[in-house]
Each structure stands twice: as C-alpha cells, then as structure tokens.
C-alpha cells in the first residue's frame, strides 16, 4: 500500500492511497465466504459452494464491493497512521480506481486537528477577587441557619409576610378546573417565592378561612405556560419563631458549645467557599488569556456537530427535567432565536478551542492521570449526576466514555500547569498561591464547563439507546 496526504486547509486533509490487488486477498476470502453462508445453489452443499460459481451465479463484482467494503477501513487507518494524523469525525471515501486483479485506489477527506504551536504562557497576569468574610457575612450566615430552627405556632390573625399558611388551591384555565390543578393541604412561606407569582399578595391579609383568587402563569403541570385563574383558601396561619441566639443555639444547631465558636467556624467555612471560588476565578481568566495566546483554526464540520450536540443537550435534558420549551427558555432569558445562535456558536468554538490547546499541553508537558485521580473525579461527577460511584462507573464503562473522563482530569491538568505558572493577584494588589489540590479540581470543572461537558453517564445512556 502506497500512500500520500495533501493539506486542504489547516483542519482538512485529503489521503490518496493506492493498494495492489494482491493485498486484498483476506478481503476477497472472507467476501466469499460471507457470500457461501448467505446463498444457496443447488448441487452444492451450503457454505461449500466454489468461489468461481459464486462468480458466475451472482457476479464477480458483487464479491468486489463485498471485498472492498471490508478492506478500506483497515487501509485508511493504516494511511492515518502512516501520516500520523489526528483524524476529528469520519471520513469522505471516494474510490477512484478499482481494477479486478490489479488495484484499488481511493481518496479520503477528513477534519484533522490542527497544528498548533504553544508560546511562552508564563508572563500571563490576571486579577482576582480577593478573599474577605465580613462580620456582615458571618451574621448572615448563622441567620440562615437560625431560620432552618426555625418553629411555628398557630395564630388567631391575618396572615403576614413570613408567616406559615397552610393553603388549598384550584387552578382554572378558560373556565375549567385542571385534573392536577388541585392540590390540598399545601404549606407555605409567604415571601419565600416557592409557589405561584401572585400568590404572596392574595394570601397577605387572609385569616384561616379567608379565600382570594388571583391570575398566574402556571409553571408546571400540563397546561405549564397558560394563564390561570387560581383560587386559594387559607386553613390556618402560623407564625414562624426564630431561637435566640446564644450558647443554647450554637448546641443544638452545631457540634459546638458556643456561639462564638460557631460563628469562628462560620468565619472559617465561608473564606473556604471564597478561596475556591477565587480559584475557579483564576482558571477562568487565565484560560481567557491563554487561548488569546494562541491561533486555533476550528474545523467547520466539527463546530456545527457541537452546536447540535449543544443544543440538543439543552433541549432534551437540562430544559426537559424542567418541563420547559427552548421558546419558552429564551422568553424567561430575555433572549431572541438570533441572539442564542450567536452564543451557543461562540460557545462551541470556545469550547473546541479550549479542547485543542489543553489537549496540545498534555502532549508537550507529557502529563498523565493515575487511577487515583481518575478515581476522584468519576466520584465527583458520580456525586454531581446524583448516581452512586458504581452505577456511574458502570454506566461509563458500558458506553465507552472512559476516554472522555481520562481526558477531562488531563486538561484540567494542563490548565492547572499555566495558571501555576502564570500570576494571579487580588484586587488587593496581593499575590494568590492557589493551593494545588484545589487548582487541579477547580481546573478540571473549568474545563467541564467551557467544553460544555454533559454527564459521561448521560452520554453512555444515549449512546446505548441510539446503538
């Protein structure tokens, strides 16, 4: 086999290879012996029938094409690998020239990553948030914590803002009751914004016994989107009592003897939340700066499958588990159709960019990922599916995305090797040592995130359902 590549454009090349006849003889045996198990011919037992009745029975050219649709995968990838090419998506085969004992020939277009050459990423600069709590934050703090030991005692009044009502509802739409427009018994905080808009309006001022209607967009259910007429009963009125805040408080609300050993851990939990998320700030912003660095053609054909993919992973599992319609979505964001086009496009090309420089820097800083790390991060993204570690596992194994889990912890590698060696400073003029445990996690759901990576789990599961 002879072979050779011609460039079409920094992302396409075109492979012409020519292969002697001679070479396509174990295709050519097991066409004929496909062809024996699949046809009969009288005289003949099955399966023993000679290939040159076969030949003249059903034609020389159908054990051709037989041969031929076996034979070119093998010889195109070894020409990609002749070439050591980074081939992206299947390829567009033409056979050019097929001539009965002497040669197949044939071209094959296909998208290869592109070239790309990394500069010196160690003068980047960015700036961060710097890390402050503020009595403010602590106070806020424990008074959410306050308010889950929060209890509630019935009142002889009308309902007011914070107040417990227990309520019943019944949602009309065009002059009819909805089946599951009823419900009974229902609990709720006025001011919380959990149920229907409206809602804290009607109810404020109502003693048990009190009924109000009002109109709401329903937000759920199988008329979702319509206006409503709605009609709500209070049942009863409660007023929520908050502990005080002391020692007694800090014992029965933590593991601490005292409120101020609670509000030191407060203090403590909240300037770790900070400090990652300046981390996950770093990432972001060195990534920003890096791929500024670098010229990254991307490959048309690939960047309109990942606006597909992206698109249908909004459609079908993010807005679907909320009972929303992308037209409906794009209403709630403020959006037009044009204007998500253009974002979910400039997305995507982030997203392939990042993907191609990140996956470049693995190669050049040789980086690897041991089972202890690939570990950690299936029990992170296992966590965040809301399957088990095992289920996720299997479920990853079974759909053949443990290379898309390889290569996350691998970038997110690489782009923690740039922002160690890149400056970071606060808005304080303050240096930031970014701990390194938290570099590489933080790194890794940038990654994620800027890749628009869905759930390797979610993947295995379509892919099983479309094979």
Do not use: C, W
Request: hydrophobic fraction near 40%; proline fraction near 3%.
């Amino acid at each position: 086999m002879k072979s050779a590549v011609e460039t079409l454009n920094p992302t396409r090349v075109r492979l012409t290879v020519e292969v002697p006849f001679e070479e396509l003889k174990d295709s050519l045996d097991a066409a004929y012996k496909k062809i024996n198990q699949q046809v009969t011919v009288k005289g003949f037992r099955k399966g023993k029938i000679p290939a040159r009745v076969i030949d003249q029975r059903f034609g020389r050219g159908a054990v051709l094409e037989e041969a031929v649709n076996d034979a070119l995968p093998k010889f195109y990838t070894e020409a990609v690998n002749e070439a050591e090419l980074n081939p992206l998506g299947q390829p567009e085969v033409d056979i050019t020239e097929l001539k009965d004992g002497e040669t197949l020939n044939f071209t094959a277009e296909v998208d290869v990553r592109p070239a790309l050459e990394i500069p010196d990423y160690s003068g980047i600069e960015v700036e961060v948030d710097a890390v402050e709590v503020t009595d403010e934050d602590i106070e806020k703090s424990v008074e959410q914590l306050r308010e889950r030991f929060a209890s509630t005692s019935p009142v002889e009044r009308a309902a007011e803002d914070g107040d417990v009502v227990t309520i019943d509802l019944q949602a009309e739409v065009e002059g009819e009751v909805l089946e599951d427009g009823v419900a009974e018994g229902v609990s709720y905080t006025i001011g919380s914004g959990e149920l229907l808009d409206g809602i804290d309006d009607a109810v404020k001022g109502l003693e048990a016994g009190g009924e109000a209607t009002f109109t709401s967009e329903l937000k759920g259910g199988s008329a979702a989107g319509k206006e409503a007429e709605v009609t709500v009963k209070v049942t009863q009125v409660a007023a929520r009592e908050l502990p005080e805040l002391d020692d007694e408080f800090a014992q029965l609300a933590s593991e601490f003897d005292t409120l101020d050993e609670l509000k030191a851990d407060s203090r403590k939990r909240l300037e770790n939340m900070k400090q990652y998320d300046q981390a996950t700030q770093a990432q972001e912003r060195v990534l920003e700066k890096l791929l500024e660095l670098v010229e990254v053609p991307v490959p048309e054909k690939l960047l309109e499958d990942e606006i597909n993919t992206r698109k249908h992973n909004l459609e079908h599992h993010q807005l679907g588990q909320m009972g929303l319609t992308l037209d409906k979505y794009l209403e709630i964001q403020g959006k037009t159709a044009e204007e998500f086009e253009t974002e979910t496009r400039e997305a995507a090309v982030k997203g392939i960019k990042t993907q191609f420089v990140l996956d470049e820097l693995v190669k050049t800083e040789k980086l690897n990922v041991n089972q202890e790390e690939l570990t950690e991060h299936l029990m992170r993204r296992a966590a965040s599916s809301g399957m088990s570690p095992d289920q996720f596992a299997q479920a990853v194994v079974e759909g053949g995305q443990v290379p898309l889990l390889v290569g996350e912890v691998a970038r997110g590698k690489a782009l923690a090797v740039v922002v160690e060696a890149a400056t970071v400073k606060d808005t304080n003029g303050e240096i930031v040592d970014l701990d390194d445990e938290d570099e590489v996690e933080a790194a890794t759901e940038t990654v994620e995130a800027v890749e628009g990576v869905e759930g390797a789990a979610e993947a295995a599961d379509e892919e099983k359902t479309e094979g």
